[in-house]
């Protein structure tokens, strides 16, 4: 319970520190998850490159509070907004894309007022607002020197423990002394101890191979872990033409919430139905394959599905 005790006057400090002076810092990783909620079984809602700077609002002992990066998607459901501009329910959910089946990402609130940045259907992107607020892993973030001194200053120290304090003695009167009736002594019985012995047998045990994936054998792969792995992603479908190093002349794009669009990895495949996706919003499931020279990772297409409504 002191150990509980302590790691909240802890975590309660912190969150005091960063919600008055809040800081920036550092991913250490590429695509490092960031998550609705400080636990991995929170749903991943984007994700955050080496070098990225982070506004941070408070430290957990592995979990960091941060601010949207720029460019993150926020919606709202319209026909709950007076005239695209403030709430007029109780609650409205603001959410990672436009449509009920995408995450939670925060609540508004009756009179809170919105920034409208694109309109689809029934649908409005917003300005990310403060009740906007996403985690990722203290791990792959670079804290600051200043942050780590406040945190050794507000961890308290252990109170020794207390001896409890004797109760004095009573002087109690002697109680008297009874006359005790003999108990007959029943007979001895000889008791014999069988002991079994269990067979112990050896079963060798041989491990599950696990199955190999072939890589591309066109493509300069980097020796690295992790090759082939399975992927699954949302985006548009867009073709140009081959030039110099590409590995492939379709990429799946997504928007950057800016106006403009940011590539997430190159496609490779059934050439026929990647011509027929190009300029639709699919989701894409293949294997993952880095290659040297390039920033993202090529794709071998197994399976694509249009999507009916736009992300």
């Known amino acids: 319970m002191k150990a509980i005790r302590y790691f909240l006057v802890w975590s309660s400090a912190l969150s005091i520190l960063c919600a008055e002076d809040s800081v920036e810092v550092t991913v250490l990783g590429d695509r490092v998850n960031l ?9 991943v809602v984007s994700q955050a490159d080496y070098g990225d700077k982070l506004l941070a609002l408070s430290f957990e002992p592995d979990w960091v509070e941060v601010r949207p990066p720029e460019g993150f998607a926020t919606w709202v459901y319209s026909r709950l907004l007076f005239e695209d501009q403030e709430v007029r329910t109780p609650t409205l959910n603001i959410r990672s894309g436009p449509g009920t089946q995408f995450t939670i990402v925060g609540q508004l609130e009756r009179g809170d007022e919105v920034e409208v940045l694109e309109a689809l259907e029934e649908w409005r992107r917003i300005t990310p607002p403060d ?3 996403l985690w990722i892993s203290r791990e792959f973030v670079q804290v600051p020197p200043a942050v780590l001194e406040r945190e050794s200053e507000t961890e308290p120290e252990p109170k020794p423990e207390l001896e409890p304090e004797l109760e004095p003695e009573l002087e109690v009167d002697p109680e008297p002394e009874l006359e ?3 108990v007959p002594v029943p007979t001895p019985v000889t008791i014999i101890e ?6 112990i047998v050896e079963v060798p045990v041989y491990p599950t191979p696990t199955p190999a994936v072939e890589a591309p054998g066109d493509l300069d792969l980097i020796p690295l872990e992790g090759q082939g792995t399975l992927s699954k992603r949302r985006g548009r479908v867009q073709a140009y033409l081959l030039s110099g190093r590409s590995p492939s002349r379709f990429m799946l794009v997504i928007d950057d919430g800016r106006g403009g669009e940011r590539a997430l990895c190159y496609l490779r495949g059934d050439e026929e139905k990647l011509k027929a996706a190009a300029g639709k919003w ?3 499931s293949g294997r993952d394959f880095w290659v040297t020279g390039q920033r993202l990772p090529v794709t071998e297409v197994e399976e ?6 736009t992300p």
Request: hydrophobic residues 35%; charged residues 45%; negative net charge.
């Open 304 to 309: 694509i599905e249009l999507r009916r409504e």
């Open 282 to 284: 699919v989701t894409v």
């Open 180 to 182: 005790v009736e003999p």
């Open 131 to 133: 009740a906007v607020r």
């Open 194 to 199: 069988v002991r079994t012995i269990e067979k």
């Open 35 to 43: 998550r609705t909620d400080n636990t991995l079984e929170s749903d």
